[in-house]
């Protein structure tokens, strides 16, 4: 069983002998690997299940070690960079040869952030690799927000759980890449798409593939409870029934036993809302319930993401 502690030297212990690790940051928690060791990056593919068509994010903790892994910064990403990181954005950049082919499912680009978390960033600082880390959760399950929740689910899979309280944001990083130096968001995210169009202007957005998908975090089922989530239109409220949950945004649902709703944020903020989202749906998932129903929230900052995982995490009705 993998021990929990705060031990930043015991992480780069493991870490530097080719183990895996559990990280916290600012968004979710990752599944950290040395991200030049093949055989590492392979153990964290194997721990969480994952296929090897969907590439791994780098994480770094300087701006001055990035030209050591990627080629080209075009302009707008260096603009997004410098202003967001550490924070909650992954920027997709044309990768150095140096990056193992398996970290990018053999993409010409690969992920890289930096992560806003102390802890991480102490070790990041005190490792001569970057990190390749996925969330620690088994593919296509909901991200873990704390080092419990990593345990729960790989605890016997992985020596060491470094512990950074809850996740401050909640909701995996944004992904931004670029075409002809123009921005693209790949994947919504912790990082609100008003504050990168404050700072590169207008970008597209493309997060919805069904093949074949550019990121596969654009898979359209993923983040997902093992109970069937159900997306309740605008307005529109769930059908009270005895083995029936609800995953509410400001106030819990008349008709529907109390102890069966989690409710997102009281006061309706959006951030509250966020990191309360993946925390809410494990609890709720490990009720006595058959079916979960969950309320959409407001579209702006992070609303926009919230309900994209919402939609993903979801049944087709
Ligand atoms: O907040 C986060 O991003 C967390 C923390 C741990 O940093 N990490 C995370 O990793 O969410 P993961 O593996 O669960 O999601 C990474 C997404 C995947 O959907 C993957 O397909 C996409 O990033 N991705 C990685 N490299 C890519 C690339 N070169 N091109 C397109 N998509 C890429
Ligand atoms: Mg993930």
Redesign the pocket.
């Known amino acids: 069983m993998a021990q929990i502690g705060t031990d930043i030297t015991a992480a780069k212990a493991f870490l530097e002998a080719g183990n895996v690790v559990g990280?916290p940051?600012e968004?979710?928690?990752?599944l950290a690997g040395n991200a030049l060791d093949p055989d590492a990056v392979l153990t964290i593919f194997r721990v969480k299940n994952r296929p090897s068509f969907?590439?791994?994010?780098v994480?770094t903790d300087s701006l001055s070690k990035l030209d050591r892994l990627v080629t080209h910064i075009p302009e707008p990403a260096r603009r997004l960079a410098e202003t967001f990181w550490p924070g909650?954005l992954?920027l997709?950049l044309p990768r150095r040869d140096l990056i193992p082919d398996l970290v990018?499912?053999g993409?010409p680009?690969?992920?890289i952030?930096i992560?806003r978390h102390p802890l991480t960033l102490a070790l990041l600082r005190s490792l001569d690799f970057p990190l390749a880390?996925?969330?620690?959760n088994p593919f296509g399950y909901i991200?873990p927000t704390s080092a419990q929740h990593v345990a729960d689910q790989l605890g016997n899979q992985i020596p060491y759980i470094l512990d950074g309280g809850s996740a401050d944001i909640g909701?995996?990083?944004t992904?931004v890449?670029f075409e002809n130096d123009q921005p693209t968001v790949?994947?919504l995210?912790?990082m609100g798409l008003e504050k990168i169009e404050a700072v590169v202007g207008p970008v597209s957005v493309r997060t919805h593939s069904t093949s074949n998908?550019?990121?596969?975090?654009?898979l359209s089922s993923h983040y997902a409870p093992r109970k069937p989530l159900i997306l309740l239109a605008p307005g529109e409220s769930p059908k009270p029934a005895e083995r029936v949950g609800a995953l509410a945004f400001r106030e819990p649902f008349g008709g529907l036993a109390p102890d069966h709703q989690r409710v997102l944020s009281p006061t309706g903020d959006l951030n509250e809302a966020a990191k309360n989202l993946f925390a809410h749906l494990r609890v709720l998932d490990s009720l006595p319930i058959d079916t979960i129903y969950a309320e959409q929230v407001p579209n702006r900052g992070l609303g926009g993401a919230i309900n994209d995982r919402l939609r993903r995490a979801s049944v087709p009705v």
């Open positions: 990280i940051t968004t979710v928690y990752g969907d590439p791994l994010i994480h909650p992954t997709l990018t499912a993409l680009t690969v992920a952030r992560p880390a996925p969330s620690a991200s909701l995996e990083s992904i890449g790949f994947r995210g912790g998908p550019a990121a596969p975090g654009m």
